[in-house]
Every structure is written in C-alpha cells, then in structure tokens.
C-alpha cells in the first residue's frame, strides 16, 4: 500500500526560529494535508493542498504540494510555544487519505 | 470546534468487556471515518463509511465492528476487550470521499478507552 515517509521525527527548537518538516513518497498524491494535534485532542486541519507546485499560507504556517506530487512540505515561521505539538501530513489519491507518522514539535520558550 | 462530535469522552472498563463509542459528523458531511491512536503512535485507519455504506476498511480486528445509521451518525463497537485496545479512538467525517477535492477530513475530539 502507499506509504508516507514524514520528517524529521521529531524537532526541538527555540522559541522565534523557523521550522520545516516533510513527507515524501514514492506514490503520487492527488490532495496533501497537514494537521496539528495537541496532547489529548484530535488533529486540527492546518492547510489543504490540491495542486502540484501549489504554495499556500495560513498566517505563520505555508506548506508547498511538491511539483512530481510525490511530496509537500510545511514551515512554521517565528515559532512560539503554542506551535507545540505533533503535526501530520496525510495524502489523498484513490479517495484514500494515508497519514504520515508525524512530527513532535517542542518549542523551548 | 470541528463539528464533528464524540461521546463518550473517557472510557475505563475491564478486559472482556464490550463498548460502543458514537460519532455524529459535521452537518452535511457524508462520509465518515474511525481511526485508532495508540500512546505515541501515529493515526491507524478503521475503517470508513459513506451515506451508510462500508467503503474501505483498515486494519480493523474482528473483534471491532462499526455502521453508520441512516441520520449519517456512526458507532464504533470494541468487543472481548484486551489491554492492548487500550487507545484514543477518532472520528473523522468529510463531505465527500477523502482524497479527492472537498475531501478534507474534520476530526472530533476523541474517545479515550482504558481497558484494565
């Protein structure tokens, strides 16, 4: 089955630094979302992505779905110690989502 | 607020026992989606249903079953429980099918069970 390789695992930063993670595959994607889950709830919609080469922002977050539709990538600008938390990317073709493993952002203040 | 409502929020029961957990979708959204997360552990795919029909399934055990009713809400039933189903359950709904266009998944807050 499709498969979605999300990096880096885990990211551990200071507060007011950018961040950047990423899922990569060997699948094609029709769709690439992203979501943020804090501890105990469940994962937020970040940003929705249907178009290869698209670049689209959401106030400090801006994710890219990858021209060869096999990746996209998230950046967090000017992080603040809300932005913790694990972010998942998730993949849509063949009216199927597959999610990445995700990203455990710690962001020291 | 996603729209998309769980109940019950926390659950403890005994291993052996059988529990049911309930999703209502956003208004409107016909497709609807269970998940399974596990202490430190990515989102695992149930299983889905859209307008009342299993549409794809996961690696859902057998002792696990789900439907969605005609009014669009799903239940999620866990039965012989083990100590190992202890995990936060999710419910997701989209208006379409996911990984299309429109199909962005809306999570709830989750279920978590405890089985001691």
């Known amino acids: 089955g499709q498969q979605l390789n999300q990096s880096p695992q885990s990211m551990f930063i200071q507060e007011g630094e950018d961040v950047s993670m990423n899922c990569t595959s060997s699948?094609?994607?029709?769709?690439w979302l992203w979501y943020k889950q804090d501890p105990g709830e469940g994962p937020v919609l970040l940003i929705a992505l249907y178009k290869a080469g698209e670049l689209t922002s959401n106030g400090r977050l801006t994710a890219q779905f990858g021209i060869t539709r096999k990746d996209s990538f998230l950046n967090i600008s000017a992080s603040i110690p809300s932005d913790v938390g694990i972010y998942f990317c998730a993949g849509g073709s063949n009216y199927k989502l597959t999610f990445g493993k995700g990203t455990l952002l710690t962001v020291n203040p | 607020d996603s729209g998309v409502t769980q109940t019950p929020k926390h659950l403890i029961t005994a291993t052996g026992q059988r529990v049911t957990l309930r999703c209502s979708p956003r208004?409107?959204?016909?497709?609807v989606y269970w998940y399974q997360q596990s202490l430190d552990q990515g989102l695992q795919f149930l299983i889905q249903?859209?307008?009342?029909?299993?549409?794809a399934k996961g690696n859902i055990l057998e002792r696990f079953s789900a439907q969605q009713f005609p009014d669009l809400h799903s239940e999620l039933n866990l039965s012989s429980l083990e100590l190992g189903d202890s995990a936060l359950y999710f419910c997701?709904?989209?208006?379409?099918?996911?990984?299309?266009?429109?199909?962005?998944?809306?999570f709830g807050e989750g279920s978590r069970l405890t089985v001691l």
């Open positions: 699948s094609i994607f029709n769709t």
């Open positions: 249903y859209y307008n009342g029909e299993e549409r």
């Open positions: 208004s409107g959204d016909l497709s």
């Open positions: 997701a709904s989209s208006r379409g099918l996911a990984g299309a266009g429109g199909g962005e998944l809306f």
